[in-house]
């Protein structure tokens, strides 16, 4: 691991700083608390996926793990922004659904392995809660700032993050073979890395705009 | 795999990439759009809601203008002209001097007062000499009609240079009026300056009592039950002048700037 990586890794600690900075002043309301763990535990992933990785273990097992992390908070994110019985219940069901087959496609597949098939999974679960919100504000017409709400800029963030992955995550195992030469490996490798340092700068402003006003 | 398919295969993974991208790009930028523009949809769905309160305010300020100057006619050319009749009626009436002069004075006094009544509805000399000469005879009415309160008027006029129509006197005076009105009802005042200052640079008008201070809050101007403020508030946007409030100690000072627009 480089120097670069280090400080790519080290970017995490910007959404964290934020958070616990407007934790400590009692400004860090529930959606933004929620945000904040995400990050956290996204870290510790990081943190335990570069010291696997660095060590010479198998870290691909842990990417399994964190994926259901990637179902969870949208989910939950989002839920409450959703203000028709209809778009509820079908967030609900695809929730459960993503869970039900990511759970089953994990039982049967090589744990060692990259989760190609549980990243598309994830991608239509998580693809499918933000554009629902999208809709339902076309819908219902509501009127805010775009880049000063929270539910928009972390909606546009992950929506953002998981379509540029999208390709790599598939094709990872043949990436990793070498199927499409050294070349393409190392560019999407930094692409991506870059991309990590760009999402945490967003999430850490994200977690700024969510902070409670004091009047 | 021959190197030349390897090349093609990863050129499709970054091409495939870039679209994903821009897709996802495509979808967030259109929903920021669509807010933008919602967003001017509603500002100007309020603007023409304020505009079309505004031109509610006014409508009922020019009914009442005109129903004002009805009265105002009818006051002094009906029963002005009935009361100098019956007036004149009574040189023929079989009673004594010191009984007619009695009469007299007491038909001179509604007289007076149906004059003044009309005048106050329909300020004649504000169209016959103007703004200053208008605000100048308000204030010695009111001075002689209420005596424990000191008015005093400082007027600068240039008369070459008047920059406005009648309807910005008009509201003006109104505003005047209104003013006075709301310190000698609220303010518990003794004493009431005015300067006013007309000129080809527009009109100063600087009202200061000695009464208790008050300095009305944008809420206070939109959702006062009063029509006062609120006619105040219309007939100064109404011809586009500027209205100040500012605590003294004690009292109140208003200021009013009212300033031609230029054309360009």
Redesign the interface.
């Known amino acids: 691991m480089g120097g670069w990586e280090y400080f790519i890794l080290s970017s995490y600690m910007l959404p964290i700083g934020t958070g616990l900075a407007l934790l400590i002043q009692k400004r860090l309301p529930f959606v933004g608390s929620m945000l904040w763990i995400y990050m956290l535990f996204t870290l510790c992933v990081e943190i335990v996926s570069f010291t696997l990785a660095s060590n010479g273990i198998n870290n691909l097992w842990l990417y399994r793990v964190y994926l259901y992390a990637e179902l969870v908070f949208p989910s939950l994110f989002f839920f409450s922004q959703f203000s028709k019985k209809r778009s509820k219940m079908s967030i609900v069901i695809v929730f459960i659904s993503a869970i039900i087959l990511t759970s089953l496609t994990n039982l049967f597949d090589d744990w060692q392995a990259h989760a190609s098939v549980q990243t598309i999974i994830t991608f239509g679960c998580v693809s499918f809660i933000i554009?629902s919100y999208?809709v339902e504000?076309?819908q219902m017409?509501?009127?805010?700032?775009?880049?000063k709400d929270v539910y928009?800029v972390v909606g546009?963030i992950l929506?953002?993050g998981?379509?540029?992955t999208?390709?790599?995550n598939i094709?990872y195992d043949y990436?990793v073979s070498g199927?499409?030469?050294a070349?393409?490996l190392s560019?999407?490798d930094k692409?991506n890395l870059n991309l990590i340092l760009i999402y945490n700068i967003l999430y850490s402003y994200a977690l700024w705009i969510s902070r409670q006003r004091r009047i | 795999m021959d190197q030349q398919a390897t090349s093609n295969l990863g050129l499709f993974v970054i091409i495939a990439t870039l679209v994903m991208f821009i897709m996802a790009l495509s979808i967030i930028m259109f929903a920021v759009l669509y807010q933008q523009k919602m967003r001017r949809k509603k500002q100007e769905m309020v603007q023409l809601e304020l505009n079309y309160k505004n031109e509610m305010v006014q409508a009922t300020l020019d009914a009442k203008e005109i129903e004002q100057r009805r009265i105002a006619i009818e006051l002094h050319d009906d029963i002005g002209s009935s009361l100098t009749a019956l007036k004149l009626s009574f040189v023929s009436l079989p009673i004594d001097d010191e009984e007619r002069k009695l009469l007299n004075e007491g038909v001179q006094i509604t007289i007076g007062k149906v004059r003044s009544l009309s005048n106050r509805l329909l300020p004649t000399i504000l169209e016959e000499l103007g703004l200053i000469p208008a605000v100048k005879s308000l204030v010695n009415t009111l001075a002689q009609q209420i005596p424990n309160v000191r008015f005093s008027v400082i007027a600068v006029n240039d008369p070459k240079h008047e920059s406005q129509t009648r309807e910005v006197s008009l509201a003006v005076y109104r505003i005047l009026q209104e003013l006075i009105n709301n310190i000698l009802k609220y303010a518990d005042a003794t004493e009431i300056q005015l300067t006013l200052e007309q000129n080809e640079e527009g009109i100063q008008l600087i009202l200061t009592d000695n009464g208790t201070g008050f300095v009305p809050t944008k809420e206070d101007k939109l959702k006062s039950q009063s029509l006062g403020l609120k006619n105040i508030e219309s007939r100064s946007q109404h011809i586009g002048a500027q209205i100040d409030y500012e605590l003294q100690n004690p009292g109140t000072k208003v200021t009013l700037l009212w300033q031609p627009k230029t054309e360009i």
């Open positions: 554009i999208f504000m076309f017409e509501k009127v805010f700032s775009p880049f928009f546009g929506f953002l998981h379509s540029c999208l390709i790599y094709l990436l199927y499409f030469g070349s393409i560019i999407l692409i």
